[in-house]
């Protein structure tokens, strides 16, 4: 069992920066790929980054490459997703997710263990 514990949600104006944390317990934390989802009101809930077990490959939705940054300490058993460029359409609730299975990063179905959220507000 992993728990997982999102901070650094907020309210920001466009084009600002947040950095969003996700600190993992319970499992070794370098076992398991990360990744990051977010949820809309009424929208399902997509893919935004995630990385691997070390942290040396990473990967992007389109609409927030360039934009967007995923990292992990193993160390502080802690990923983070670096926000900058904000835009309206970044308003979600933001999810970080635990992965040990080898299904792709962009589904949800691979993640096994899910945080309860934070929410992300960019006002125009």
């Known amino acids: 069992q992993v728990q997982l514990l999102e901070s650094g949600g907020g309210l920001v104006q466009a084009g600002g920066s947040l950095r969003l944390s996700c600190a993992a317990s319970?499992?070794?934390?370098?076992?398991?790929?990360m990744g990051w989802f977010r949820q809309a009101p009424a929208k399902e809930r997509e893919f935004v980054a995630a990385t691997d077990w070390s942290g040396t490959y990473t990967y992007y939705a389109d609409t927030v490459k360039g934009r967007f940054a995923v990292s992990r300490d193993n160390a502080l058993n802690t990923v983070y997703l670096q926000m900058n460029s904000l835009k309206p359409e970044d308003t979600a609730v933001y999810y970080c997710a635990a992965a040990n299975s080898y299904g792709s990063l962009y589904r949800l179905g691979s993640y096994n263990y899910w945080g309860q959220g934070t929410q992300v507000t960019v006002s125009a």
């Open positions: 319970g499992r070794t934390f370098s076992d398991y790929r």
